[in-house]
Every structure is written in structure tokens, then in C-alpha cells.
């Protein structure tokens, strides 16, 4: 279950898009997945050293409160807290799009309305407990890798028996420094979530050994997904029709496999959103629980129900996210998705990097074996997230500061109140 919330977080609806996004960067794209598999797979080994040195440490709030200091564990996480509410109405948004788009003879209620129900759907599913949780994560895991399976295995079959049917013709994009950096930043995306095993820790079975192992496979199996499937698409479409292609899956198995197979495809692309919809709204009530256990949100919020679910902690996942579905239908659905994908993307490095930190502040780090070596892994880790952060520019920077200062007041007034209660 722990691999499957990895995997399911971590491959949602980005990868269906960003074979397309990444076309005109042509080499670029395939040493941006380079650069950042490496960079994750280091991000990995900081969670997983944590995870194995710190079983009962609240999961990446007790790493960083422990040994970076209480404030930064705080902003740190309520920034990771608004990603994860966030991706909730993304996932949403995302899927009805998808929808509308392959299925538009279908009497489909009007796009807010359907995304906000998918919302509270798993909000009632995630209610009955990390279990219930688990097993649909599973579920929907193993079905959205179906698509990219079928591509990874179509690739081979043509490179064994049609070698001639082959058009590498990447775009002839410069390799240098910016297009590197362009493409490791839409890669970036497509790869948070990885640290979502973690996040649960209270209710993992052998927590030093489950974490780490969940950790490790579910990024590797990723990442390895990822590098197929790009490398695939980019060798068997020309890069001219791949930047303006609307769905390059459909339109690689509709060449190859044939036409029809598109509005197929459709449903498992949409499982696959509902598969991260339904890990996120999982890590979003364990994420405020942990805050309110720690005391830096309402008591209540940490209140478990007969399932040993953080029912009000979902429930207020819940209303924020419907709110964010509400605001951003003004906008037209690409544009919202990309607004809210720059948030997620800016919230989730703070996590990256002061994890990392806490990693060498360890205080025990002398009793630690092989601390040396995950520090080591760690400062490349931290070197990585650096260079994420210049990649995702100015206004993801702005982003970051704006979240962050407005959780300083809840901080605060939090703190306040436990003194006063003393």
C-alpha cells in the first residue's frame, strides 16, 4: 500500500501531457528526465535514511521539528499542506477536462459540480480509514499503468520487428544550460509525491523497514515509467506533430494501434487521476492531523473516528479544496491547472530542502551507520533542489514566500494558546 501511495501520488495526469510539453526541447527532455530521476532518487535515500533513523517521528514534520527547529518544521509543512489541498481540485479539474475532451457526447454534469463531487467522493472513501484508503490506492495504481505499460511494450515491439517505422526526429533545440533547465523543471512536476510513504507513518506496519523499501521502489519504478514512455514517444512520433499534439498516448496508439483507442485510453488516464485525487486526500488529513497533534492547528482537527481516520482534518480538505474548484472556475481549465501546478511545484521544495537539512543536523548522527554516505547524498540533494527552485522562477519563488507569511499568523496565535492554556 505504501508503494502504491508513492506511485499512484506520484504518476497522475502529467505524464499523459508532458511527452507534448517537452517535445520542442528536444535532447533537452531526455537529460532533463536524466537530471531529475537522479536528483529524486537522492531525495529518496534523505526520506528514506529518516524514515529507518526516526520510525516514530511524525513523518517529515518530526524530521525537521527534531533537528532543524520548530518553525521551520511548521512552515515548512504548511506549505506542504496547502500542495497537498491543493492538488485535490487539480486532480479534479484535470479529470473532467479529460473527460469533456474524449467523451463529449456523454451528459456529464457541468464541470464544477462533477469536480467537486469527485472531491468529496474520496473525502467519504479516505473517512473509512488508511485502509480503505490503501486498497483503492492499489486498485488504481495498477490500472493506470496499463496505458503506460502498453506504450513501453509497443516501443519495443516496433524497435524488434518494424525498426524502419521509427521517426527520431527530435527538435533541434540546442543542449545548453537553459533548455536543461526548462525541461528539468516540467519533470520536476511530474515527480513530487514520492515522499507520501512517509507521511502515514502512524499507521505503517514496521515503519524503518516499510518507509524506506516503499520509498526506493516506488521512485525507481516511476522514474523508470517515465524515461520509457518519453523515450518511446519521442521515437515513434516526429517532434513537429508531437509539440501540438492534444493527447500524444491517443494519438501513438491510434497510428500503430489503431483508431478507436483513444476514448479507451480515456478511462484509464482518468483512473489515473483518480488515483492521485484519492492518495492525496489521504496525505492531506494525515498532514493536518500531524499539525494539529503537534499543536499548531486546532486540537480537534486531530480527533480520529472509529476507523482511525482524521475525519475533521478531511473534512476541512474537503471544503478548501471545493473552495479552490469555486475560485478557479473563472478560469479557463488549462489556466487553472497551470496556476495551481505552479503552487503545488513551489510548496513542495521547502520540504525537499529542509528534510535534506535535517538529515545533517541529526543529533545523533555519530551513532548513525553510514551517516557519512546519506549526508553525502543529502548535500547533492539539497544541491538539486537549488537548482529546481532557479528552474521554476521568480513568481513560484514569490509563491513560496507569500504561502509561508500567511501561515504565520496561525502559528502564532496557536502557540498563544497553548501557553495560555499552561
Known amino acids: 500500500m505504501c508503494t502504491a501511495l508513492v506511485v499512484g501520488n506520484t504518476i497522475g495526469m502529467g505524464i499523459f501531457m508532458l511527452p507534448a510539453s517537452m517535445a520542442p526541447l528536444g535532447a533537452n527532455s531526455l537529460w532533463g528526465w536524466l537530471v531529475t530521476i537522479i536528483g529524486f532518487l537522492l531525495i529518496a535515500s534523505v526520506f528514506s535514511f529518516l524514515a529507518r533513523s526516526m520510525p516514530s517521528g511524525h513523518g517529515p514534520y518530526g524530521y525537521i521539528r527534531e533537528n532543524v527547529g520548530e518553525l521551520p518544521a511548521y512552515m515548512t509543512m504548511w506549505c506542504y499542506w496547502i500542495s497537498c489541498w491543493v492538488t485535490m481540485p487539480t486532480m479534479a479539474i484535470a479529470i473532467v477536462s479529460y473527460l ?52 513501453v511494450l509497443l516501443g519495443i515491439w516496433v524497435l524488434l520487428t518494424q525498426p524502419d517505422l521509427q521517426t527520431p526526429s527530435l527538435a533541434p533545440s540546442p543542449v545548453n544550460f537553459g533548455n536543461l533547465m526548462a525541461a528539468t523543471t516540467l519533470a520536476v512536476f511530474a515527480m513530487l509525491g514520492i515522499e507520501t510513504a512517509s507521511v502515514p507513518g502512524e499507521h505503517v506496519h514496521e515503519p524503518e523497514r516499510t518507509i524506506p523499501r516503499a520509498t526506493y521502489a516506488g521512485t525507481v519504478f516511476t522514474a523508470l515509467i517515465y524515461l520509457s514512455v518519453t523515450a518511446v514517444i519521442m521515437a515513434l512520433i516526429p517532434y513537429k506533430q508531437l509539440e501540438n499534439s492534444q493527447a500524444p498516448f491517443v494519438d501513438l496508439l491510434s497510428a500503430y494501434v489503431g483508431s478507436g483507442i483513444g476514448q479507451w485510453l480515456a478511462i484509464f488516464v482518468v483512473i489515473s487521476g483518480l488515483g492521485a485525487l ?38 476541512l480538505g474537503g471544503v478548501l479544496a471545493t473552495i479552490m474548484v469555486l475560485m478557479n472556475y473563472s478560469k479557463s481549465l488549462v489556466d487553472a491547472f497551470t496556476f495551481m501546478a505552479l503552487i503545488i511545484t513551489a510548496a513542495n521544495l521547502p520540504l525537499y530542502f529542509f528534510s535534506a537539512i535535517a538529515l545533517l543536523r541529526m543529533n545523533n548522527k555519530n551513532a548513525i551507520e553510514r551517516f557519512g554516505l546519506f549526508a553525502s547524498f543529502a548535500m547533492l540533494a539539497l544541491v538539486f533542489v537549488v537548482f529546481a527552485f532557479i528552474g521554476i522562477g521568480l513568481e513560484a519563488f514569490i509563491w513560496i514566500v507569500v504561502l509561508a507569511l500567511m501561515g504565520l499568523p496561525v502559528y502564532y496565535i496557536m502557540r498563544r494558546s497553548s501557553k495560555n492554556l499552561v
Open 100 to 151: 469533456e475532451g474524449a467523451f463529449p457526447h456523454l451528459a456529464l454534469p457541468s464541470g464544477p459540480v462533477f469536480a467537486i463531487a469527485l472531491i468529496w467522493i474520496f473525502t467519504a472513501i479516505n473517512m473509512r480509514g488508511a485502509v480503505a484508503s490503501g486498497k483503492v490506492q492499489i486498485i488504481t495504481t495498477v490500472l493506470k499503468l496499463v496505458p503506460l505499460f502498453a506504450v
Open 278 to 315: 484519492n492518495g492525496f486526500t489521504l496525505v492531506s488529513g494525515q498532514i493536518t492531523r500531524t499539525m494539529a497533534v503537534n499543536g499548531t492547528m486546532p486540537a480537534s482537527l486531530g480527533q480520529m473516528n472509529a476507523h482511525h481516520a482524521p475525519v475533521k482534518s478531511l473534512l
